[in-house]
């Protein structure tokens, strides 16, 4: 039986095969619970033009689990952080491994990836409504906003709450 690379393998995978898109790498390891046993987990702030290509490698290396999709608006740009664990369910080897990819609030575009993980749906999609962002490749329908709620208006943005 082969073993799945760990977080810190994949992280490098990562940053060798997408030179110069890979921006920022951050590892962030924490103790907890009444042995403080750690956690680890790799911050990795990437280019756009590489995001799904970056997640269908993660997902040919070790098949992660998506957590969830985090969003938020920085001002300029609108941030999206892809929360995923590496090595899922094993007793103290889950490995947090988190894409951030930052998407200019003039033209929020990022492929879906639910042809690599169909459970992303439900996340982007709140991404799409609550933000604005354009998730290429999925329903526009409502999920989470009614009907009537303006369009264009996006709870989650700034400048809407200003």
């Known amino acids: 039986m082969t073993k799945n690379p760990d977080a810190q393998e994949i992280v490098k995978r990562l940053s060798d095969k ?3 898109k890979v921006k920022d790498i951050r590892e962030d390891k924490h103790a907890h619970g009444k042995k403080k046993n750690s956690t680890l987990a790799y911050w990795l702030t990437m280019d756009r033009s590489v995001f799904k290509d970056a997640v269908a490698e993660i997902c040919g290396l070790n098949y992660p689990f998506l957590s969830v999709i985090s969003g938020r608006d ?15 369910g094993g007793k103290l ?56 709620h303006p369009e264009g208006n996006y709870p989650w943005r700034k400048e809407e709450n200003a």
């Not at 952080?81 to 090595?87: L, P, R």
């Not at 575009?109 to 354009?134: C, F, H, Y």
Request: proline share 7%; with cysteine; glycine share 8%.
């Open 18 to 20: 997408f030179k110069g």
């Open 74 to 88: 920085t001002g300029n740009e609108i941030e999206l952080i892809y929360h995923f664990y590496v090595n899922y």
């Open 93 to 148: 080897q889950e490995q947090g491994i988190n894409l951030c990819v930052f998407l200019p609030k003039s033209k929020p575009e990022l492929p879906t990836i639910t042809d690599l993980i169909p459970g992303a749906l439900l996340s982007e999609r709140e991404k799409q409504e609550m933000l604005g962002v354009d998730i290429q490749g999925i329903s526009k329908e409502r999920a989470f906003l009614p009907e009537k």
